[in-house]
């Protein structure tokens, strides 16, 4: 009996030594230059602003205007920023039958960004005077300041006193605008510390994630 009383009792002391978490020191790994201030509010910006940022295409527009004012919109949406957006030109005009696909462009902040443009049936019962259309990006635009207001808001979601919790969140000095392959890693990371503790000594190192762009260029942190 006093040997297992011996044994709990150093367990109970490793573990208090444990809870007792320091500052950060010596951390290991490459630390990223820009420093995030976790908070704020979700940074996606609202399908209304896109909207009032690109009006509707007037009555008597063509199928390419329409489809070029939304392209628009749903580039803003993409980038989470409002910055400037123009129309570009799709190559050999909208698709004709179901299924078939054409490459349209906009421009956003002086960057080119192109897009699939399929036409696809509408849902049954539904009565339209337009054709239906599906977007999917080619390339997915983002801006810096997006990206970095995206982390502080997926920081500030974690428990900021349980033992994952992000320490010291950083990322690379992004490109105020840059282009990813959708669906992959875009080649810039962001990073917290994660740390590990035995017997009360503990050992902290950078934890880095890649920037991620999906399929419909939304930015998430793995």
Known sequence: MTAVVTLLSGCTQASHRCDDRPEPTDVRGHRRPVEIRPGGTDPALPVAAAARAVPAAGRGASDTDRILVRLQRETLL???????????????????????????????????????????????????????????PLTTVHTA????????????????????????????????????????????????ILWKCRSGDFDFAWNDLPVRADEHGEVSFE
Do not use: N
């Open 78 to 136: 993409m980038a989470d920023d409002l910055r400037t957006v123009r129309p570009g030109r799709c190559t050999g005009g909208p698709p004709d039958r179901t299924g078939a696909a054409t490459r349209c462009t906009v421009s956003y902040a002086g960057v080119e960004v192109p897009w699939q443009v399929r036409l696809t049936d509408p849902p049954p019962g539904t009565a339209t005077d337009h054709p239906r259309y599906a977007f999917r």
């Open 145 to 192: 300041e997006a990206v970095y207001a995206a982390y502080a808001w997926h920081v500030s979601r974690s428990d900021a006193d349980g033992p994952l919790a992000p320490r010291d969140p950083r990322c690379d000095r992004l490109p105020d605008v840059f282009t990813s392959a959708p669906g992959e890693d875009t080649g810039y990371f962001c990073q917290d």
